[in-house]
């Protein structure tokens, strides 16, 4: 079976999560229990998962050059997922998102987007083969919506250039 070179234009972002028995109440101080630090953001979701599902995946991010963007290519490397194309940002610093979770599972997130805000069309060129040897695209809103839109182009007119003269064709292979 033919495995799916799956690319993934997004977001990675560092979760600080600590977990409390109720979220707090704005201007409180409230004591919290367990604190975990993990990777996330909703690109680097998506390109774990579907690398654990089998997929050819490749992550089209940026990060700051600190510790959270270099141990957050180390973990996606582990993954098996392609960071030729996880750009380092020298002015910005990785995205992080500060996590609350209340005993019910109730969560309260801000996300300092960072780098992150600053994944630009000009980026985006820099590899512009992955994508148009990709099967399938994903993307979200967490990176500027002029990148989203730029892509979203790129792989409408692949669809189109690989669609069969006789037949109708509404996207990727």
Same mark, same amino acid.
């Given at each position: 079976m033919?495995?799916?070179? =799956? =690319?993934?234009?997004? +977001?990675?972002?560092?979760?600080?999560? =600590?977990?409390? @028995?109720?979220l707090p109440v704005p201007g409180e101080t409230i004591l919290g229990g367990t604190f975990l630090m993990n990777s996330g953001g909703k690109g680097a979701n998506q390109a774990v998962a579907a690398a654990r599902m089998g997929g050819d995946v490749t992550l089209i991010s940026k990060t700051g050059n600190d510790l959270f963007g270099k141990q957050s290519v180390v973990l996606y490397n582990s993954e098996n997922i392609n960071t030729e194309f996880i750009y380092s940002d020298s002015k910005l610093p990785s995205g992080v998102a500060l996590i609350t979770v209340d005993s019910r $599972? @109730?969560? #309260? =997130?801000?996300v300092a987007s960072g780098a992150n805000g600053n994944l630009k069309p000009a980026d985006i060129d820099k590899s512009i083969k992955a994508i148009e040897s990709a099967d399938i695209i994903l993307m979200q809103l967490e990176i500027p919506i002029e990148t989203v839109e730029y892509v979203a182009e790129l792989g409408? +007119?692949? $669809? @189109?250039?690989? #669609?069969?003269?006789s037949g109708s064709c509404t996207g990727l292979n």
């Open positions: 033919h495995q799916k070179k =799956i =690319i993934v234009v997004g +977001s990675c972002n560092t979760d600080m999560v =600590i977990k409390a @028995e109720r $599972g @109730e969560n #309260c =997130i801000v409408a +007119s692949k $669809g @189109e250039n690989d #669609c069969p003269k």
